[in-house]
């Protein structure tokens, strides 16, 4: 079954520090990949998703992921943090084949130190 | 208002009582979703609707009741809820095309539900 893991349920990391959240994915066909934000006491907003198509994908608030097949990986980075980056991060998976469903990480709290 | 909207942000409730979560989408979409999000545990989904038909039940209890009257209005109806109900219940909606590909859910704040 298609499951997706990430690494670290907690992670901090000093402001002006790099990012670095981990995702990997288990499947036997690569998945569009996608990666959440969720602010405290807010939905879930989409970061940036992998479709097949580049597989450096940049998104909103100076995010970015890669997608690597050959370690099944789709990890977060971002250069530098900011105070506004603490939230939870939710990496998902989703394969068409899959009765067409998201699968979901647990979660990565990210706190940002000043 | 825009995007996906949810009432009430919190409730309390005890055992016994009934009472509903309503999700409203003004984004002009023709799905709509409940998940359930708990500590610990990956987001849960519990029901889709699609062009107002309910077309995924994840196995959800029937204490859970869902309504959708049209495509911008999704209802949770919740009766003789337990303690382990406590959680986070996300709203979401996407624009699905039939075609095999995913479409971007977009997701509202969630209600804090705390049953006692």
């Known amino acids: 079954a298609q499951s997706v893991t990430q690494l670290g349920s907690h992670v901090s990391v000093s402001e002006g520090a790099l990012v670095l959240l981990r995702c990997n994915y288990s499947?036997?066909?690569?998945?569009?990949l996608f990666w959440y934000v969720q602010y405290p006491n807010q939905g879930l907003q989409l970061l940036l998703k992998?479709?097949?198509?580049a597989t450096l994908v940049k998104g909103i608030n100076g995010f970015e992921a890669e997608f690597k097949k050959s370690e099944t990986s789709f990890h977060l980075t971002k250069p530098s943090a900011h105070m506004r980056d603490a939230a939870e991060y939710f990496c998902?998976?989703?394969?068409?084949?899959?009765?067409?469903?998201?699968?979901w990480g647990l979660g990565t709290s990210l706190a940002v130190n000043p | 208002e825009t995007g996906v909207t949810q009432t009430p942000r919190h409730l309390v409730m005890g055992m016994t009582n009934k009472k509903s979560l309503k999700c409203e989408q003004h984004?002009?979409?023709?799905?709509m979703y409940w998940y359930k999000q708990s500590a610990k545990k990956p987001l849960e989904l519990m029901f889709v609707?699609?062009?107002?038909?309910?077309?995924e039940n994840n196995s959800v209890p029937s204490r859970f009741s869902p309504e959708c009257p049209n495509s911008s209005h999704l209802f949770l109806h919740l009766h003789t809820l337990q303690p382990e109900d406590s959680a986070l219940y996300l709203c979401?909606?996407?624009?699905?095309?039939?075609?095999?590909?995913?479409?971007?859910?977009?997701f509202g704040p969630g209600t804090r539900l705390t049953v006692l």
């Open positions: 499947s036997s066909v690569p998945p569009y």
């Open positions: 992998y479709t097949s198509a």
């Open positions: 979401a909606s996407s624009l699905n095309t039939g075609l095999a590909v995913y479409n971007e859910q977009f």
């Open positions: 998902a998976a989703f394969n068409a084949g899959n009765n067409r469903k998201l699968i």
């Open positions: 609707y699609s062009l107002e038909e309910r077309v």
């Open positions: 984004l002009g979409h023709n799905a």
